[in-house]
């Protein structure tokens, strides 16, 4: 019960100098009046900014609107006129975008990154993955396995497509693959679809009925960063550069290591 106690403190004090940090982060900005902020987040990146909106909106006034989706959705959502006042994209996507004149290209900030992982079924047998042979087996031995679908544009499907080529062992998997447009590979997973998935660890971390077997091996792992930016038509800039700041300050290191992401700089 001490322990338990012990964490619960800790917990709270952690929670405490996070709302100092978010405060005097808003403060900074020197905003006035409550605003509508609307966030496109890829979908790895929407857990962060769900975990920070409460506390964000509770110290600021303002609200969040999240919507997520693949970065090449969103970017052709955002090419397509829709409004909004934060992009959580790449910044390759970010530049192009800012070249359009979509983004304000001074307010591009990178936030995090993050790595490819495995899982499988809560309950279920756990492959080695440890060496790059070792997730070769894994893939080849498996029954199905699932992975956001490279059409749809999103980074780690892209990606996974590739790697299966660079391992010699495409055809064997896409024989048996189940591919997920949008959203969570884990609910493939959880429903009985595919026995082995392969997504963004930060996309894994939040199912309870999955478990994450562990980064791909460090040869062949592969990192997507992440950036934010303000729209160039935001209806409150210094709400939205404020969100930002935030987004990728001390106040939300916690929030990302805790969802399977790395902040900016580590």
């Keep these: ?50 975990a920070v909106a409460p506390l964000f909106e509770r110290t600021s006034g303002h609200k969040l609107v999240v919507v997520n989706d693949t970065v090449g ?28 004149g979509k983004l304000a290209p001074d307010s591009v900030r990178v936030l995090a990154r993050v790595g490819v992982g495995v899982m499988v079924r809560a309950g279920a047998p756990v492959p080695d993955i440890s060496t790059v ?3 070769k087996q ?8 699932a992975y956001i679908d490279p059409a749809s544009g999103g980074s780690s499907g892209i990606y996974v497509a590739g790697l299966l080529d660079r391992l010699g062992v495409a055809e064997v998997v896409k024989a048996k693959a189940k591919l997920k447009k949008g959203g969570y590979v884990a609910d493939l997973i959880v429903g009985g679809e595919a026995d082995l ?24 792992q592969n990192y997507t960063v ?17 969100l930002i700041e935030v987004l990728r300050g001390g106040a939300a290191a916690a929030v990302l290591k805790a969802k399977g992401m790395e902040p900016a700089g580590s």
């Design 138 to 145: 894994a893939l080849i031995a498996a029954k199905s396995v």
């Design 133 to 135: 042979e070792a997730f």
């Design 226 to 242: 992440y950036a934010g930016a303000v729209g160039a038509a935001a209806r409150d800039g210094a709400a939205a550069r404020a």
């Design 197 to 220: 998935g392969i997504h963004q660890i930060s996309e894994i971390v939040p199912v309870k009925e999955v478990v994450l077997v562990g980064p791909l091996p460090a040869d062949i």
């Design 1 to 50: 019960m001490a322990v338990i106690a012990k964490r619960g403190k800790k917990m709270r004090a952690r929670w405490a100098l996070l709302g100092c940090l978010f405060t005097v982060t808003l403060q900074g900005a020197g905003m006035a009046g409550a605003a509508e902020i609307k966030v496109l987040t890829a979908g790895a990146f929407k857990q962060i900014v769900l």
């Design 73 to 100: 959705a969103l970017v052709r959502r955002i090419k397509g006129g829709e409004e909004f006042d934060v992009a959580v994209v790449t910044p390759a996507a970010a530049e192009g975008l800012a070249k359009d």
